[in-house]
């Protein structure tokens, strides 16, 4: 059974391989050139100073994945709002993992004070992304079209949400998260 938890320093060099594969070989993401370890750390501070979650899922002591959450927007009224990513190595595929994985994401961000969470998932022939999503609570909510290049072709974005806790049906809390 995998274990998740919150990810640590010791595991940037799981998680930028884990990432590495996904920007070299896939469309999930739209990155080109894989970011090195010292990015990655860069970004895992950036979005746990912020006080976000950032996961992993870990199999039998090895990190087979990663998910986490940080603002979708930089303005303030976007502030109860993040933008979710998960990865899983290939190992860690078609094993339901991904969903044990973000559905943890879900509840650590809910913890976090937030009340929604976007998913702009990188290619609309991404159907696991999209299926993980919906077995956890998204719902589409729309399709860019054609606005990414990546491998020779043009690709579409598929954006879906889910709301957290009271979501928009109560006013804000007066702090900020």
Same mark, same amino acid.
């Given at each position: 059974?995998?274990?998740?938890?919150?990810?640590?320093?010791?595991?940037?060099?799981?998680?930028?391989?884990?990432?590495?594969?996904?920007?070299?070989?896939?469309?999930?993401?739209?990155?080109?050139?894989?970011?090195?370890?010292?990015?990655?750390?860069?970004?895992?501070?950036?979005? *746990?100073?912020?006080? *976000?979650?950032?996961?992993?899922?870990?199999?039998?002591?090895?990190?087979?994945?990663?998910?986490?959450?940080?603002?979708?927007?930089?303005?303030?009224?976007?502030?109860?709002?993040?933008?979710?990513?998960?990865?899983?190595?290939?190992?860690?595929?078609?094993?339901?993992?991904?969903?044990? *994985? *973000?559905?943890? =994401?879900?509840?650590?961000?809910?913890?976090?004070?937030?009340?929604? =969470?976007?998913?702009?998932?990188?290619?609309?022939?991404?159907?696991?992304?999209?299926?993980?999503?919906?077995?956890?609570?998204?719902?589409?909510?729309?399709? =860019?079209?054609?606005?990414?290049?990546?491998?020779?072709?043009?690709?579409?974005?598929?954006?879906?949400?889910?709301?957290?806790?009271?979501?928009?049906?109560?006013?804000?809390?007066?702090?900020?998260?």
């Amino acid at each position: 059974m995998p274990i998740i938890r919150p990810s640590q320093d010791q595991d940037i060099a799981a998680i930028a391989a884990i990432y590495q594969h996904h920007v070299l070989h896939g469309t999930g993401t739209f990155e080109i050139e894989p970011p090195s370890a010292a990015e990655m750390q860069t970004r895992r501070s950036d979005v *746990l100073s912020k006080g *976000l979650p950032y996961l992993v899922v870990e199999s039998q002591g090895t990190v087979v994945g990663f998910a986490y959450c940080n603002w979708f927007k930089p303005r303030p009224a976007y502030r109860f709002s993040a933008e979710d990513s998960i990865y899983l190595a290939a190992s860690a595929m078609g094993k339901g993992w991904g969903a044990l *994985l *973000l559905c943890e =994401l879900l509840a650590s961000a809910q913890r976090a004070g937030l009340r929604k =969470l976007i998913a702009v998932i990188g290619d609309s022939e991404n159907h696991g992304s999209i299926k993980v999503h919906s077995a956890c609570g998204f719902r589409p909510v729309g399709v =860019l079209g054609d606005c990414g290049w990546k491998f020779d072709r043009w690709l579409n974005v598929v954006l879906m949400e889910c709301p957290l806790g009271a979501g928009a049906s109560m006013p804000a809390p007066q702090s900020v998260p």
